[in-house]
């Protein structure tokens, strides 16, 4: 779940930058941790083709196209939150990316989809309790790791 990948990957990242660089690189083991993530969700798009394509309404055409399209996305989200110099446009074109994806989630949960099982025995709506605050936390973790990168402290932490 990326709710667990964003926290471990970070926390982990950080030890490892101040064991070897002696700073915590707040910013960038934040985008590490997203590139993580976002690869994950990437690959997740190839395994659960058949309920990532029930996500998307009846009315739009090449479903499968469009999952293994922004699942390709997603992997080139990932490797690029990492190239030096290419944090703030990727980080709008991410948040962009979340900001756009929101309906199909909108869509999953009112369908009661089930991405792993590929069927319509999801939660339904109540999804939605998680799944927004879950999108704003995906969209606040990029802006403040890629565009408004924090200012560093004395003390090693940045704010």
């Known amino acids: 779940m990326p709710e667990a990948i964003l926290p471990i990957v970070l926390i982990i990242s950080?030890?490892?930058?101040?064991?070897t660089r002696k700073e915590y690189e707040f910013a960038l083991s934040a985008?590490?941790?997203?590139?993580?993530?976002?690869?994950?969700?990437?690959?997740?798009h190839f395994v659960?083709?058949?309920?990532?394509?029930?996500?998307?309404?009846?009315?739009i055409p090449y479903k499968k196209e469009m999952v293994y399209v922004t699942g390709v996305l997603e992997i080139i989200g990932a490797v690029t939150l990492l190239i030096p110099g290419?944090?703030?446009?990727?980080?709008?074109?991410?948040?962009?990316?979340f900001v756009l994806i929101l309906p199909?989630?909108?869509?999953?949960a009112s369908e009661h989809v089930n991405m792993k099982s590929g069927d319509f025995s999801g939660s339904g709506l109540s999804y939605l309790w998680?799944?927004?605050?879950l999108q704003l936390v995906f969209i606040s973790?990029?802006?403040?790791?890629?565009?408004?990168?924090?200012v560093r402290m004395k003390s090693g932490f940045d704010v």
Do not use: D, E, H
């Open 14 to 19: 950080m030890i490892i930058f101040k064991l």
């Open 130 to 133: 998680y799944r927004i605050p």
């Open 141 to 150: 973790w990029v802006y403040f790791s890629c565009i408004r990168i924090p």
């Open 48 to 59: 659960y083709t058949q309920g990532m394509a029930l996500m998307i309404p009846g009315i």
């Open 31 to 44: 985008r590490i941790a997203m590139a993580v993530m976002l690869l994950t969700a990437g690959i997740a």
């Open 104 to 108: 199909a989630n909108l869509y999953a």
């Open 86 to 97: 290419f944090q703030k446009t990727i980080g709008w074109l991410l948040i962009v990316f």
